[in-house]
């Protein structure tokens, strides 16, 4: 079936593919189980994300824009968990509270006080993940290694968060050796924190590994990837 110029059958042969490799790789994971498949679903058409739902077991989201989240939010399937994945501005943030699950970009202090602030004041608590730049990259966002799990541990002076882990964003283009090394290094840090964190009950969450880094992510550990382009194609911005 075409639904909005995507082959459904295209995209079953996708997640067939994805989960099969992603199952291959957790065999290797030093968590012992798959991360859960989180499908990165800028630019897809709500009609393709809800098929997907139905038809193919897809359970969690990630959009990566506030205003393409509220544009298809009301129409998503009510089951999806809906996470946030982008980057995200201060003055935003009061549209995802309520509506996201995870808020996977938390990199600056004035952020996490603003996503707590609105959590109490709607009265429940926001789980997040720190941003981490695995690579110290100049123009990417994220907190640098150095500094992730004492800033991490300075969010609990936030009641109205929780924080649940780590998110990374590999340097696009590198090679499998170069994922493999900052994958490793974000999962020290998230073992380091998990560590800290064994009076906690509830399970530390990894972020890490898009569609040409998932497997090495899986490999070293990750327990949520986010995969866009490998389950529905190359973005297009035409539509
Ligand atoms: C788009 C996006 C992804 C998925 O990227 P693909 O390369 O298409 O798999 C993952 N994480 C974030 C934060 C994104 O914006």
């Known amino acids: ?34 991360p859960i498949l989180l499908a990165a679903t800028k630019t897809v058409p709500v009609e393709v994300i ?38 995200l501005q201060k003055n935003k943030v009061k549209y995802l509270i309520g509506r996201t699950v995870l808020i ?18 709607t009265g429940i608590v926001t ?15 994220g907190v640098s290694p150095n500094e992730a799990l004492a800033f991490a541990e300075s969010l609990s002076q936030f009641e109205g968060i929780r924080v649940r882990g ?29 560590a800290k964190k064994s009076d906690n009950i509830i399970e530390p969450v990894l972020s890490m590994g898009m569609s040409d880094s998932f497997i090495a992510a899986t490999e070293e550990g990750s327990t949520i990837v986010r995969i866009g382009t490998a389950l529905f194609g190359k973005r297009r911005y035409d539509i």
């Not at 789980?127 to 966002?141: C, G, P, Q, R, T």
């Open 1 to 34: 079936m075409i639904i909005k110029g995507y082959d459904t059958d295209e995209i079953k042969e996708n997640f067939d593919k994805v989960r099969s490799l992603i199952s291959e790789a957790a065999a290797k994971s030093p968590n012992g189980k798959p």
């Open 127 to 141: 789980d997040v993940l720190v941003e981490v730049n695995i690579a110290d990259e100049a123009s990417k966002s």
């Open 166 to 194: 780590f998110m990374t964003m590999a340097p696009a283009g590198s090679s499998d050796e170069e994922y493999h090394k900052y994958f490793k290094k974000t999962y020290r840090i998230f073992i380091d924190f998990s």
């Open 104 to 121: 996977h970009s938390v990199d600056n202090t004035a952020l996490a006080a603003e996503i707590s602030r609105r959590s109490l004041a």
């Open 50 to 87: 809800n098929y997907a739902a139905e038809h193919f077991g897809l359970t969690d989201i990630g959009e990566n824009r506030v205003q393409e989240l509220m544009e298809k939010y009301d129409s998503l399937d009510p089951r999806l968990r809906v996470h946030f994945i982008g980057n």
